[in-house]
């Protein structure tokens, strides 16, 4: 059964930082396209940043130039590093892994992130 098993998310003040990772287990993730998306109370899950097999980049406008997204296939982990952390930043962290040429669209159980004084 394949697991994606996100570690790192806890409670931070304003402007701190936090990383995130994901390791995969049952699967490579070289290649998958890895993303990260959160999802807060009485929203919808949105999409954070995503990485593509050819290590291609893409966030969210509302975490541009304060997170970044990266992987280490011979890990078969991917991170997230998060700074200048705003309290609109708190929600649950989840990991996903997809294919481009397969049906294969895999979930972590999520990491909670809140950010507060």
């Known amino acids: 059964q394949v697991q994606l098993v996100e570690s790192g998310g806890g409670l931070v003040q304003p402007g701190g930082s936090l990383r995130l990772s994901c390791v995969a287990s049952r699967i490579f993730i070289r290649i998958y396209t890895m993303g990260w998306y959160r999802q807060a109370p009485g929203k919808q899950r949105e999409l954070v940043a995503t990485?593509?097999?050819?290590?291609?980049?893409n966030y969210a406008d509302s975490v541009k130039g304060r997170f970044m997204i990266s992987r280490d296939n011979a890990k078969n982990t991917v991170y997230l590093q998060m700074n200048s952390l705003k309290p609109e930043d708190t929600a649950v962290y989840y990991c996903?892994?997809?294919?481009?040429?397969?049906?294969?669209?895999?979930w972590g159980q999520g990491t909670q992130v809140t950010v507060s004084s």
């Open positions: 990485i593509t097999r050819g290590y291609s980049e």
């Open positions: 996903n892994a997809r294919s481009s040429s397969t049906p294969d669209n895999y």
